[in-house]
């Protein structure tokens, strides 16, 4: 498995699949959530709430496949990162931000995807620690090799940073 680290818009990626830290509600919102639904456009919306009259909300932790619209993706992923409670035991929250990055790569994988883009997950306004979601979001793909080729798209250079110094450590 090759592992990439990119700084830069996700929606502008050619990959499979790209990962759109979503909310519950898959409708979008701020954030990546927000710039993918924009550049996408309205497909990825009607299939959002195709899939929301299926089955309702998507639960933290999972994850659900859609048309990427006008993206260069093939595919898009939501996934619903948790919010990180500042003060509490976190350690759910940690096992949930991995179930993101895992249950990603599995639907990627049941669906013939054999590459994927992910954002940083739960790191904005969900305020996860961004080294501690870093040292997660990486731990979890490799010891989850099952997909040709997994990027990690940064938009900022903080979290740019963070990633480059825990792959260079490999």
Do not use: W
């Amino acid at each position: 498995m090759k592992i990439n680290l990119i700084k830069g818009d996700i929606t502008k990626f050619k990959v499979d699949a790209i990962v759109n830290a979503a909310n519950s509600s898959l409708l979008g919102g701020s954030g990546v959530d927000g710039a993918i639904h924009r550049a996408g456009g309205p497909a990825i919306l009607e299939a959002c709430q195709h899939i929301r009259n299926k089955q309702g909300s998507c639960k933290v932790g999972e994850v659900v496949i859609s048309t990427a619209g006008n993206l260069p993706a093939k595919k898009v992923i939501h996934t619903v990162g948790p919010v990180y409670q500042i003060g509490k035991n976190n350690e759910k929250e940690k096992e949930l931000l991995a179930n993101c990055y895992q249950n990603s790569m599995l639907l990627a994988k049941e669906n013939g995807l054999t590459s994927i883009a992910f954002p940083n997950i739960s790191t904005g306004i969900y305020r996860f620690p961004k080294q501690v979601a870093a040292e997660i979001a990486i731990i979890t793909v490799q010891n989850n090799p099952i997909l040709e080729e997994v990027n990690f798209v940064c938009f900022d250079e903080e979290n740019h940073t963070i990633y480059k110094k825990l792959l260079s450590n490999e």
